[in-house]
């Protein structure tokens, strides 16, 4: 069993940034592939982006393109998305997922383990 730790959400206004860390106490991702989702309320889970076992290889939905980055820091067994130029529309719960294959996947019921997700307001 894997728990995963979300930390960094936060109210913001538009335009700002912010950075999420997720981290498993204890325990190492090892070259588990990482992803972000998120929900907003009223609407369904949605993929934000993912990383490769190996971080060699990764994905953001269209909607986050050019403004979020999905890192990993081997050894320090954190993965982080740096998100910049924040819109309303980026409110939402952030959800950090790892699964047990080492290539990623944009699809959420393909992860094994989740967090329980940090809260992420822009406001206009």
């Known amino acids: 069993q894997v728990e995963l730790v979300e930390s960094g959400g936060g109210l913001v206004r538009a335009g700002d940034s912010l950075r999420l860390s997720c981290s498993a106490p204890?325990?190492?991702?090892?070259?588990?592939?990482m992803a972000w989702f998120r929900q907003a309320p009223g609407k369904e889970r949605e993929f934000v982006a993912a990383i490769s076992g190996s971080a060699r290889s990764w994905n953001y939905a269209d909607a986050v393109k050019a403004r979020f980055t999905i890192s990993r820091e081997p050894g320090k067994n954190v993965v982080n998305l740096q998100m910049n130029n924040l819109g309303p529309n980026d409110t939402a719960v952030y959800y950090c997922a790892a699964r047990s294959s080492s290539v990623y996947s944009t699809s959420s019921p393909s992860y094994n383990y989740w967090g329980q997700g940090t809260q992420v307001t822009v406001s206009s």
């Open positions: 204890g325990r190492t991702f090892g070259d588990y592939a």
